[in-house]
Antibody, heavy 121, light 109 residues
């Protein structure tokens, strides 16, 4: 089955760190660009970060730049998000999302179920 | 960066109704727009890409249209499983980013 499964969420104090993981299965993970997208409770969707299939190209939203680091291990079919200096406003469900296959098709065709990150003292 | 607005922000409709949701971009984006459906507690699901292309497995009662700055998602005959929140999404090449609209919640009248 083609799927993405996130893990690593939880409760963390402001200023703390957390590492999210996303395990991919059922498709050739190393061929796809990947992203993290988050959704604060009761709010809309916000793109967080992008990584190319090889890991050589990375982008971040301004809201997380300098604090979050995206990475991937194609041998382990896994995507990661290292989150440091966490703030209350980072509280959200974090989804990993696969880029739609094809050149210049910047959409998300496969999503995980998400993992909840709560930043609170 | 290009911003997206959606209207209405919410609507109430009955099973069998024709529903139309609008997404407007702050600048022209050709046909580079997608629509997603999200049900409570679930991940978003891609419905439409490139403004009018139906994603595989999505029922044909969903359709998309538009180009430039104005886009529409239409549900031709609303079904019970269609009550959800719908988001439009586009891509900015510079600076690199993805933008979602604020969402339109469709609930039962």
């Amino acid at each position: 089955e083609v799927q993405l499964v996130e893990s690593g969420g939880g409760l963390v104090q402001p200023g703390g760190s957390l590492r999210l993981s996303c395990a991919a299965s059922g498709f050739t993970f190393s061929s796809y660009e990947m992203n993290w997208v988050r959704q604060a409770p009761g709010k809309g969707l916000e793109w967080v970060s992008y990584i190319s299939s090889s890991g050589s190209t990375i982008y971040y939203a301004d809201s997380v730049k300098g604090r979050f680091t995206i990475s991937r291990d194609n041998a382990k079919n896994s995507l990661y998000l290292q989150m440091n200096s966490l703030r209350a406003e980072d509280t959200a469900v974090y989804y990993c999302a696969r880029d739609f296959p094809g050149q210049d098709l910047w959409y998300f065709d496969l999503w995980g179920r998400g993992t909840l990150v709560t930043v609170s003292s | 960066a290009i911003q997206l607005t959606q209207s209405p922000s919410s609507l109430s409709a009955s099973v069998g109704d024709r529903v139309t949701i609008t997404c407007r971009a702050s600048q022209g984006i050709s046909s580079a727009l997608a629509w997603y459906q999200q049900k409570p507690g679930k991940a978003p699901k891609l419905l439409i890409y490139d403004a009018s292309s139906l994603e595989s497995g999505v029922p044909s009662r969903f359709s998309g249209s538009g180009s430039g700055t104005d886009f529409t998602l239409t549900i031709s005959s609303l079904q019970p499983e269609d009550f959800a929140t719908y988001y439009c999404q586009q891509f900015n090449s510079y600076p690199f980013s993805f933008t979602f609209g604020p969402g339109t919640k469709v609930d039962i009248k």
